[in-house]
């Protein structure tokens, strides 16, 4: 895939607030702009935001050069010890920290103010308050890398391979 198409499906994203963050497995999902509820799978509802990244390749998190949470902090404690049971939702370190984040995307959430593209499909994408979302394709087979979407739409993906 093309800089050039990335670039134009990243565009809408620029002035929109990263508004919350967690995990499917290793999964990483990222929503973006107002956030409202939409019919959810089985009944009921669910809460999501106007756009959604999600991520299957390697990612970090960064805040004024610090990574605050990054794709390795799936397999780990808090403490820092290797989960067994890491795909046990409240047990690792990202869990921890992605708590932390959405309680501070609640009161401040950063902005997208511009983004980056790289030549095998990966992006940096600044935010506001110094933020930066770093998104690395880390494997050579043709798996999916990380997706763009809208919530809830039967419109198409972006689906970055």
């Known amino acids: 895939m093309n800089q050039e198409t990335i670039k134009q499906a990243l565009a809408p994203l620029v002035g ?3 508004r919350t963050i967690g995990r499917a497995a290793d999964l990483l999902w990222l929503h973006f702009g107002e956030m409202h509820e ?3 799978r089985g009944g009921g509802v669910r809460t999501v935001g106007e756009w959604a990244i999600h991520v299957q390749c390697a990612w970090r998190l960064c805040q004024q050069g610090r990574i605050q949470v990054a794709c390795q902090d799936y397999y780990c404690s808090p ?4 989960l067994k049971d890491w795909d046990v939702i409240g047990k690792s370190l990202f869990d921890q920290q992605a708590s932390s984040l959405r309680e501070r995307f609640k009161m401040s ?3 997208v ?5 790289d ?3 990966g992006f940096s994408m600044a935010l506001s308050d110094d933020n930066r979302l770093d998104v690395f394709p880390d494997g050579s087979n043709h798996s999916e890398h990380w997706r763009l979407f809208i919530p809830a739409s039967h ?3 972006f689906v970055v391979t």
């Open 16 to 18: 929109l607030p990263l």
């Open 38 to 40: 939409v019919a959810a």
């Open 79 to 82: 403490e820092g010890e290797v």
């Open 109 to 111: 959430p950063p902005k």
């Open 113 to 117: 103010t511009s983004y980056t593209v």
């Open 119 to 121: 030549d095998v499909g």
């Open 155 to 157: 419109k198409n993906h």
